[in-house]
T-cell receptor, first 114, second 111 residues
Framework: DAGVIQSPRHEVTEMGQEVTLRCKPI?????LFWYRQTMMRGLELLIY????????DSGMPEDRFSAKMPNASFSTLKIQPSEPRDSAVYFC????????????FGSGTRLTVV | KQEVTQIPAALSVPEGENLVLNCSFT??????LQWFRQDPGKGLTSLLL?????REQTSGRLNASLDKSSGRSTLYIAASQPGDSATYLC??????????FGGGTRLMVKP
């Protein structure tokens, strides 16, 4: 398995533009997580899906952020409109139910909003 | 709300030393605990996973222990090498299947 695959690796966009981050979890994993990492706040959980259903989105900062998981092999995190304070590294992770085998993280998307 | 604390925040040691990184957590209903390594500008690499029923796990020069009663986990690195330089993160998984991360320990091993 190629692991958790995220795209793009880097994204630079202007304030106000829409940004879409993509994630392909490990085949067979039924839980998917989106995290954001910044120097100031460390790793923060944004949203968690189980069997393609959002379970906990309490970490989503505001309505500008939305996430979808249309099927077991694909998820998106969208920011519209983007702001400079959204600049961070966004990680996607997947696991089996109850994380019996632990979490596997993707390589992340480094987002810069100018 | 669960809290995970890692100390020290940064550590610099000469090559060859044995060292211990500490992680403490407040949630007694821990399901498992995972240690990760993160190199600058990179993603998280899983090092060790300890289930709540286990007391320790070993992989090569790494050994992680878990003491639920005291809310502590330690990562022991034997005979440290410059290639071990990275940030080490511990993360607790509660029964809700969500990871709570500590702030990390930034390790530098000097040749």
């Amino acid at each position: 398995d190629a692991g958790v695959i995220q795209s793009p690796r880097h994204e630079v966009t202007e304030m106000g533009q829409e940004v879409t981050l993509r994630c392909k979890p490990i085949s067979g994993h039924n839980s998917l997580f989106w995290y954001r990492q910044t120097m100031m706040r460390g790793l923060e959980l944004l949203i968690y899906f189980n069997n393609n259903v959002p379970i906990d989105d309490s970490g989503m900062p505001e309505d500008r952020f939305s996430a979808k998981m249309p099927n077991a092999s694909f998820s998106t995190l969208k920011i519209q409109p983007s702001e400079p304070r959204d600049s961070a590294v966004y990680f996607c992770a997947s696991s089996l139910e109850q994380a019996l085998g632990g979490y596997t993280f993707g390589s992340g998307t480094r987002l810069t909003v100018v | 709300k669960q809290e995970v604390t890692q100390i020290p925040a940064a550590l610099s040691v000469p090559e060859g030393e044995n060292l211990v990184l500490n992680c403490s957590f407040t949630d007694s209903a821990i399901y498992n605990l995972q240690w990760f390594r993160q190199d600058p500008g990179k993603g998280l690499t899983s090092l060790l996973l300890i289930q709540s029923s286990q007391r320790e796990q070993t992989s090569g020069r790494l050994n992680a222990s878990l003491d639920k009663s005291s809310g502590r986990s330690t990562l022991y690195i034997a005979a440290s090498q410059p290639g071990d330089s990275a940030t080490y993160l511990c993360a607790e998984n509660n029964a809700g299947n969500m990871l709570t991360f500590g702030g990390g320990t930034r390790l530098m091993v000097k040749p």
